[in-house]
T-cell receptor, first 115, second 116 residues
Framework: AQSVTQLDSQVPVFEEAPVELRCNYS??????LFWYVQYPNQGLQLLLK??????LVKGINGFEAEFNKSQTSFHLRKPSVHISDTAEYFC?????????????FGQGTELSVKP | DSGVTQTPKHLITATGQRVTLRCSPR?????VYWYQQSLDQGLQFLIH???????AKGNILERFSAQQFPDLHSELNLSSLELGDSALYFC???????????????FGPGTRLTVL
């Protein structure tokens, strides 16, 4: 079984500052890793995903994440945030060998960007 | 707009009642997933259908059931509703959703269910 831990439930940050949202996972098998964003009153939108290859993954809206196998982490970063980045961010894993690719989500991190 | 539609957007009902949530996947997507988002449980996988067949089940209650029709739309049926069933229910679709595949899941806007 897999589990995902997002280490911060809320992250307040000022506009144009860098941000890191932390995610650790636990799994007995190889996994795919994802970050999704949920804007208020909307569904989830994929930011980026790690499948294989380079451990640094670039996504939409200037976000990137780094896969660290030894630390079982997949932290999300952005060098300079905007007010519009205020949203909830979810880290998720899916089992490489699992039939169907269901997503196991972390509890979410609420990013609040202040002017 | 992800291309996944869900109806209704909001649903208010009473305990003991039964409701049906509907999902239309993106054109060409064969897989439909249902997730529940609640304050205490977070985002949880409920069930996955691929081309009309059930593929995987999560912690879905026996009072809940789902199906995927020949036109690939899906319905999630919730019966004998309890206060704790109040949540946001998401549907997601993907092209395949088969073993070892990594196709992206596209989420609908959700149906907010309130049980009074």
């Amino acid at each position: 079984a897999q589990s995902v831990t997002q280490l911060d439930s809320q992250v307040p940050v000022f506009e144009e500052a860098p941000v890191e949202l932390r995610c650790n996972y636990s799994s007995s098998v190889s996994v795919y890793l994802f970050w999704y964003v949920q804007y208020p009153n909307q569904g989830l939108q994929l930011l980026l995903k790690y499948l294989s290859g380079s451990t640094l993954v670039k996504g939409i809206n200037g976000f990137e994440a780094e896969f660290n196998k030894s630390q079982t982490s997949f932290h999300l970063r952005k060098p300079s945030v905007h007010i519009s980045d205020t949203a909830e961010y979810f880290c998720a894993v899916s089992d490489r060998g699992n039939q169907g690719g269901k997503l196991i989500f972390g509890q979410g991190t609420e990013l609040s960007v202040k002017p | 707009d992800s291309g996944v539609t869900q109806t209704p957007k909001h649903l208010i009902t009473a305990t003991g009642q039964r409701v049906t949530l509907r999902c239309s996947p993106r054109s060409g997507d064969l897989s439909v997933y249902w997730y529940q988002q609640s304050l205490d449980q977070g985002l949880q996988f409920l069930i996955h259908y691929y081309n009309g067949e059930e593929r995987a089940k999560g912690n879905i209650l026996e009072r809940f059931s789902a199906q995927q029709f020949p036109d690939l739309h899906s319905e999630l049926n919730l019966s004998s509703l309890e206060l704790g069933d109040s949540a946001l229910y998401f549907c997601a679709s993907s092209v395949q959703g088969l073993a070892g595949k990594t196709d992206t899941q596209y989420f609908g806007p959700g149906t907010r269910l309130t049980v009074l």
